[in-house]
């Protein structure tokens, strides 16, 4: 009798389970119990997408774009993305230095893929995206990890970066606005830490600004904006967060000629060319004034105000005020060693699995974006959904002694 193969690649067991989509699964799994469980896992805008972009894929379905698509996207889409950059960020790309992709979070690992091997080091200022450093193991590369606290308002110094790169850094990663922090990086910050990159040219940076237009600052600046480092930076973006479109499954970078070159060759083999419908919509959606999106931007600066208070009133949870994105990323180690019962808080995954199974609201530890003390908490969910939330999580803390 032969022993079945059933195991799996050591490329796959390099990989964690991405912590949001787990802890959205167990939600579901306490659902299909029949419990009610309000999650503010994911970062999915609770809009629907604008009629106009619907409209502009049924048109797309009259007009066959049906076919199979050129690998970096259609080229009157790419020709609008460069209108887009130019026109909200400052940025000078030609169609051929734009590659679209099935999801921003494609953009990225096809970036990191295309552009590190194993010895290379990759930076992640933290609290980085859950992805991130699963992508860079994914290529076999080093995260290098800088940490940040609340006090920083997680963001990170020239300092910090100085003393992490070495000769074998090959990368950086980061975000502004950032998920999961909602931090932004302002101009002159961008510039700081810009005086620093500069001096490293092997070094190519990752700018991921899908949440450009849920900034509640007074303007988004773009790192690739900034002269002396932008032929070295590939910014990514999309249409999931600003305009709900987030299972149209469209993102986008412009980058370097030879880097769009690159992704686009290992995109070719991967998935080709993003879905034809959903380009045809997000094609609407970037040429759209980005004042389409004040009114549901409005909508989440006032859940974050609702957040901030809310959460201020739970005992051990510390809060800052996000200046981007939707999440709330509250510091919580001062409730570590209470317990509940049979049941310890030694760190943010136990409070987070605590916090599903005793109150039934789904979070995520932060221990998953690099910052162990923290917990982050989506504000993209109705207001009645807030009010249950943090009521439920204000009563489940209140039970820890």
Not at 183 to 212: G, K
Not at 341 to 359: K, P, R
Request: with cysteine.
């Amino acid at each position: 009798m032969t022993q079945e193969n059933n195991q799996v690649s050591a490329f796959l067991n390099r990989l964690s389970e991405s912590a949001t989509l787990a802890m959205t699964r167990k939600s579901r799994e306490l659902q299909a119990k029949g419990i009610d469980v309000v999650n503010l896992s994911l970062g999915e805008p609770d809009f629907e997408t604008p009629d106009f972009i619907k409209g502009a894929a049924k048109e797309g379905i009259d007009q066959n774009f049906t076919h199979y698509m050129p690998v970096p996207g259609y080229q009157d889409f790419r020709e609008s993305i460069c209108k887009k950059f130019k026109r909200d960020n400052g940025l000078e790309f030609t169609p051929d230095q734009i590659v679209v992709s099935t999801g921003a979070k494609q953009s990225i690992v096809n970036i990191v893929l295309a552009t590190v091997s194993e010895g290379d080091e990759v930076i992640l200022p933290a609290p980085y995206w859950v992805s991130y450093i699963e992508m860079v193991k994914m290529a076999g590369a080093t995260p290098v990890v800088i940490s940040t606290d609340i006090a920083a308002d997680y963001k990170i110094t020239p300092a910090q970066l100085a003393d992490a790169i070495t000769e074998c850094t090959k990368l950086m990663i980061f975000s502004s606005p950032c998920n999961p922090s909602g931090s932004v990086y302002s101009e002159a910050e961008l510039n700081a830490l810009a005086d620093v990159m500069v001096d490293h040219p092997q070094m190519t940076i990752v700018s991921d600004e899908i949440y450009e237009h849920i900034n509640y600052t007074t303007a988004h600046c773009s790192l690739g904006s900034i002269e002396k480092i932008k032929d070295r930076v590939a910014t990514v973006n999309g249409v999931s967060k600003a305009f709900a479109m987030t299972g149209w499954r469209i993102g986008y970078m412009g980058a370097p000629l030879w880097l769009a070159n690159a992704c686009s060759k290992l995109q070719g083999q991967f998935t080709s060319g993003a879905s034809g419908i959903s380009q045809r919509a997000a094609k609407a959606a970037v040429e759209a004034s980005p004042s389409v999106t004040d009114d549901m931007k409005a909508q989440f600066e006032k859940r974050r105000g609702f957040m901030k208070t809310a959460l201020e009133a739970i005992p051990g949870f510390e809060v800052n005020e996000p200046e981007g994105a939707f999440y709330m990323f509250p510091k919580i180690s001062s409730l570590f060693g209470k317990k509940f019962q049979d049941t310890v808080i030694a760190n943010s995954d136990d409070l987070a699995e605590y916090i599903l199974t005793e109150g039934h609201v789904a979070t995520v530890s932060g221990a998953a974006f690099g910052s162990p003390d923290c917990l982050r908490i989506s504000y993209a969910a109705s207001m009645s959904d807030l009010e249950k939330a943090t009521e439920r999580i204000l009563n489940a803390i209140s039970k820890l002694s």
